[in-house]
């Protein structure tokens, strides 16, 4: 079958089979792809667009956060994360990046907020989530 290079456009050959067929026409064009795509631009491949959530479909950990791999750390960084890098800049130390919609795989910049720990847990508590801990965040 012809296929077109996902780098440079040229047309090449490659087996029918859906699961091996390459998507760059030689191996150097395939380096290329691999090494130079940014995080964000990674990132905005795997999402799908709704009305209210913008959803992440690519690997996620093991509670449910969508993950991408950051070449420059080399290590996993949660989506959300660099959702609001993105959208408002660099998050200050001590600082988590919470969901207003509670839903872990959701990118969307609206849905998110800054909090502390302390803020994230008063969060989940007020919305129902979490009633073991009621007592020792605040909730009576």
Request: aromatic letters at 12%; charged letters at 30%.
């Amino acid at each position: 079958m012809k296929y077109n290079c996902k780098h440079c456009g040229k047309e090449f050959y490659d087996r029918p089979c859906k699961i091996n067929r390459r998507k760059s026409c030689s191996y150097e064009c395939r380096a290329f792809v691999r090494t130079c795509a940014s995080i964000e631009e990674r990132l905005w491949k795997k999402v799908i667009k709704t009305d209210s959530c913008w959803i992440f479909n690519g690997a996620t950990n093991g509670r449910r956060y969508g993950i991408i791999f950051n070449k420059d750390t080399k290590k996993p960084v949660r989506v959300h994360r660099i959702s609001w890098e993105i959208h408002f800049g660099s998050i200050p130390i001590g600082m988590y990046v919470c969901h207003k919609c509670d839903n872990p795989l959701c990118v969307n910049p609206k849905h998110l907020f800054l909090g502390t720990q302390l803020d994230n847990m008063r969060d989940m508590i007020a919305k129902g989530r979490g009633r073991k801990l009621a007592k020792y965040y605040g909730r009576s």
